[in-house]
């Protein structure tokens, strides 16, 4: 089970990022997302955004960066 697990992460390995890769944003295409459940939304969807460690504030500023 683990072999064939490793086989598919290494098969769409493009599917992921890394620290050397981008997020992989793709170009020219458009996603419609809609929700499908009616407000009040669940408590998971209306958490307030907290703050990011320091190792992770960074590299979410390394990715905006790149989008800018």
Same mark, same amino acid.
């Given at each position: 089970?683990?072999?064939e697990l490793i086989?598919?992460?290494y098969t769409y390995n493009n599917?992921?990022?890394?620290?050397?890769?981008?997020?992989g944003a793709i170009k020219g295409h458009?996603?419609?997302i809609t929700l499908n459940f009616d407000?009040? =939304?669940p408590p998971?969807?209306?958490r307030p955004a =907290?703050?990011?460690?320091?190792?992770a504030r960074e590299a979410l500023?390394?990715?905006i960066q790149e989008f800018i």
């Open positions: 089970m683990r072999n086989d598919v992460l599917a992921f990022s890394s620290d050397n890769e981008s997020l458009e996603v419609d407000r009040p =939304y998971l969807l209306r =907290y703050p990011a460690s320091p190792t500023e390394k990715h």
